[in-house]
């Protein structure tokens, strides 16, 4: 896990990008389309968390058990 602000980034232009998909579709009249793809970009921000989370709980882990 990088430490510095890539993923705040990532996570930030994947908002970005989300938002003016959402906005494009809504006003071409594709409600249900542009809240799928709403859901689909939660989802991907979701994942790009739990990955983050799961390497920290593993740096914790190996911190306090003394595993390399």
Same mark, same amino acid.
Request: aromatic share 8%.
């Given at each position: ?6 993923? &705040? ?7 970005? *990008? =989300? ?5 494009? !579709?809504? #006003?071409?009249? %594709? ?7 709403? &859901? ?7 994942? *790009? =968390? ?5 390497? !920290?709980? #593993?740096?914790? %882990? ?7």
């Amino acid at each position: 896990m990088i430490l510095d602000a890539t993923i &705040l980034f990532q996570i930030a232009g994947i908002g970005i *990008i =989300v938002a003016m998909i959402h906005t494009i !579709l809504k #006003q071409m009249g %594709k409600e249900e389309i542009a809240h799928f793809a709403t &859901l689909v970009g939660f989802i991907i921000v979701l994942a *790009i =968390v739990i990955n983050g989370l799961s390497d !920290l709980f #593993q740096k914790i %882990k190996s911190l306090f058990l003394f595993q390399g």
